[in-house]
C-alpha cells in the first residue's frame, strides 16, 4: 500500500496562474482533507471531504476549491495563486467517523513569485 | 478558530535524556493524537488517545489523555538522535465538526549525540 499520495511534490507559479493539487489514498478511507503548514501556524484546513460526494470548508477556504473524484482522490484547486498561498500542502485521510487518526501524504511545496 | 496550546515550542536535549512535552485546550477533547513530522515529510501518526485518563506506549513513547478532558502529555524516553523533528498534538473537542481536528503549532526537538 502506498497510503497517501500527493503531485506534484514542489511546484513554482506566478501569481494569477492556476493549478490543480492532486491527492490519492489506497486505504479505502471515507474521509479526506486538505492542510497547509506555514511557518510557527501549524496545520490548517482548508477544506475537507466526510464522504464520496461531499465537501466542506475548513478554517482557511478562501482561494481555493475541492473536488472529490472518486473515493480515492481528492484535487485542490487554485484558480487565481497568490503569493500569500506559498506554503506546504498536505493531504490526509482517515477511515471513518468513529476514527479520527488521520494518516496524511508527503506534502507539496508551492511557491507563488 | 480554536487553537490548542503546546509546550515548549523547541527543545535541546542530550542524547539519553528524556523529553516531555505537553498541549492543554480551553476546551474538552473527546480525541487526542500525537504525530511526528521530520523534514521534508507529512506529519506521521505516533499514538491515539479516546479515553479520558488514557495511557498508551509505542516503543519509547508514552501519551496520556488528561483527566480533566483538556490536556494531553508526550513522554520519550532515553532520547536518540533520529527522535529530531516536530512533535504535534491534535484533537477534537466535543461539537466540532466530525472528523475535524485542531492542531497545536508543534514542539521542535533537538537531540545533541
Known amino acids: 500500500n502506498a497510503g497517501v499520495t500527493q503531485t506534484p511534490k514542489f511546484q513554482v507559479l506566478k501569481t494569477g496562474q492556476s493549478m490543480t493539487l492532486q491527492c490519492a489514498q489506497d486505504m479505502n478511507h471515507n474521509s479526506m482533507y486538505w492542510y497547509r503548514q506555514d511557518p510557527g501556524m501549524g496545520l490548517r484546513l482548508i477544506y475537507y471531504s466526510a464522504s464520496e460526494g461531499t465537501t466542506d470548508k475548513g478554517e482557511v477556504p478562501n482561494g481555493y476549491n475541492v473536488s472529490r473524484l472518486n473515493k480515492r482522490e481528492f484535487s485542490l484547486r487554485l484558480e487565481s495563486a497568490a503569493p500569500s498561498q506559498t506554503s506546504v500542502y498536505f493531504c490526509?485521510?482517515?477511515?471513518?467517523?468513529?476514527?479520527?487518526?488521520?494518516?496524511f501524504g508527503p506534502g507539496t511545496r508551492l511557491t507563488v513569485l | 478558530g480554536q487553537q490548542l496550546n503546546q509546550s515548549p515550542q523547541s527543545m535541546f536535549i542530550q542524547e539519553g535524556e528524556d523529553v516531555s512535552m505537553n498541549c492543554t485546550s480551553s476546551s474538552i477533547f473527546n480525541t487526542w493524537l500525537w504525530y511526528k513530522q521530520e523534514p521534508g515529510e507529512g506529519p506521521v501518526l505516533l499514538i491515539a488517545l479516546y479515553k479520558a485518563g488514557e495511557l498508551t506506549s509505542n516503543g519509547r513513547l508514552t501519551a496520556q489523555f488528561g483527566i480533566t478532558r483538556k490536556d494531553s502529555f508526550l513522554n520519550i524516553s532515553a532520547s536518540i538522535p533520529s527522535d529530531v523533528g516536530i512533535y504535534f498534538c491534535?484533537?477534537?473537542?466535543?461539537?466540532?465538526?466530525?472528523?475535524?481536528?485542531?492542531f497545536g503549532k508543534g514542539t521542535k526537538l533537538s537531540v545533541k549525540p
Open positions: 490526509a485521510s482517515s477511515g471513518t467517523s468513529g476514527s479520527l487518526a488521520q494518516f
Open positions: 491534535a484533537g477534537r473537542n466535543y461539537g466540532g465538526s466530525q472528523g475535524n481536528l485542531i
